[in-house]
């Protein structure tokens, strides 16, 4: 199986160490053999280090698509992962066992939006781009190939249209899973002892290198 997650030039202030604390936060909370593998525009900087694959830094004819939108890189069967595949965005925190994410009984399963609780399922931004509440793309899991449509399906109208990434993969794959929120608590609603069945904590704000200085036990917990 594989392990991935994605580093490339963007508008937040990730470092190569999330990844290397991403592969060892994975080491520590999935006892199976995986391939961890980074997409990235800068492999020179892992080097040696650990397993990259490298893709440019927007996504083709469309220098718009930054950031979160180069998560569809890992549904691009050119770059062909093998197995069963879980992605983990690098702003989190790995708190308990991986195992029932992998093992999720679903050919692609993302985490539910807790958000699709409280505001509309379907929305507008304030810049007319399309939101579908559904998924949080910060973790998934898929059998290799299952999802290449949102890849193969893909055109720069796409980013034009919809606000990010999940609001495309709610669209494209409606029969994906949803993987029980209360597995990804937030960091702006959760502290230690984790819920028992917190899984990945879900950070965003502070980044991790911000709550590593403000508090000791997430330094302690991000490695």
């Known amino acids: 199986m594989t392990v991935a997650c994605v ?3 963007g508008p937040y202030p990730y470092t190569p160490e999330y990844v290397i604390r991403l592969e060892q936060m994975a080491r520590r909370f999935l006892a199976r053999p995986f391939r961890f593998v980074c997409l990235t525009n800068q492999p020179d900087l892992f080097r040696g280090a650990l397993d990259t694959i490298t893709i ?12 979160y939108w180069n998560k ?4 691009n069967p050119a770059h062909h992962l093998a197995g069963r595949v ?15 994410l992998v093992d999720y009984p679903a050919p692609v399963a993302m985490v539910a939006d807790e958000l699709a609780r409280e505001k509309p399922v379907h929305d507008t931004n304030s810049i007319g781009l399309k939101i579908h509440r559904r998924f949080n793309a910060s973790a998934m899991a898929w059998d290799a190939g299952a999802a290449d449509a949102l890849w193969t399906d893909w055109t720069p109208a796409v980013t034009r249209h919809w ?3 999940q609001d495309w ?7 994906t899973a949803a993987m029980p929120a209360s597995w ?7 502290k230690p002892p984790w819920p028992t069945d ?9 980044k991790n290198h911000l709550a590593a200085m403000q508090w000791p036990w997430f330094a302690e917990a991000w490695g």
Request: include cysteine.
């Open 7 to 9: 580093f490339v030039k």
């Open 184 to 190: 990804f608590p937030r960091i702006s609603r959760v």
């Open 169 to 175: 993969y709610a669209e494209r794959l409606p029969e």
């Open 56 to 67: 440019p830094h927007v996504l083709p004819g469309c220098a718009e698509a930054i950031g």
């Open 198 to 206: 917190a899984k990945v904590v879900l950070v965003k704000t502070p």
């Open 72 to 75: 569809l890189q890992l549904f």
């Open 86 to 100: 879980l992605f983990l965005d690098l702003d989190v925190l790995v708190v308990g066992d991986l195992s029932p």
């Open 163 to 165: 606000q990010s990434d």
